[in-house]
């Protein structure tokens, strides 16, 4: 290292050469008032309970994870300093804006109707610049609909039906053999198994499970 480069300059240089390191999000954190009816809520969406862990009276995680979605949703007890229904604007993607509103609506979510902003791209905080409903030319990134936790944390459907240039990685499964599958099979039985463990009740939700530590397992860089 030269005098005049710093060790974070070196370190930058070093990582630049060899490559980016992935840095996937996967967790969101959101503040509560009450555990039990946010864990009820976000149950009620036919979101997967992944775990319930609590340490003590001042120490608790719950666990939930969107249909489809390599990022999950994390609150409790004691995780967070942030007011309850402080976070805004969290993102679910759709493919169908209609439909995934139609779907909470039947589960008795209070969904806001779809809109589009008037300026045509993105949106603007609250309910500022709306219009009702979608994008008049259904542009892909143009057309949501919002619904709130019981604490006032804000969600936000977004439709996408065609990325942008490079925003999206697509991986194949595939087995060359039965034994490859099979293989994978054992490795998910004995990964969902430390799962169920952790979580100290059954999943009936077994097959989604499996499903998802394989293609992930696949996906993962060799």
Known sequence: MSNGQTRSEAAAAATGSAGTVDMKLEVVVIPVSDVDRAKQFYAGLGWRFDVDIAKDDQFRVVHFTPPGSQC???FGKGVTTAEPGSVQGLHLIVSDVAAARAALVDRG???SEIFHDVGGVFHHAGEEGRVSGPHPERKSYGSFASFSDPDGNGW???????R???R????ETAFASSMELAGALRRAAAAHGE??????QHDENWPDWYAEFIVREQAAPK
Do not use: A
């Open 195 to 200: 799962h169920e463990k952790l979580t100290g």
């Open 164 to 166: 942008l240039p490079g």
């Open 72 to 74: 999950s949703l994390l």
């Open 168 to 171: 999206v990685e697509t991986h």
């Open 109 to 111: 979510v209070n969904v």
């Open 156 to 162: 936000v459907f977004q439709e996408v039906t065609t």
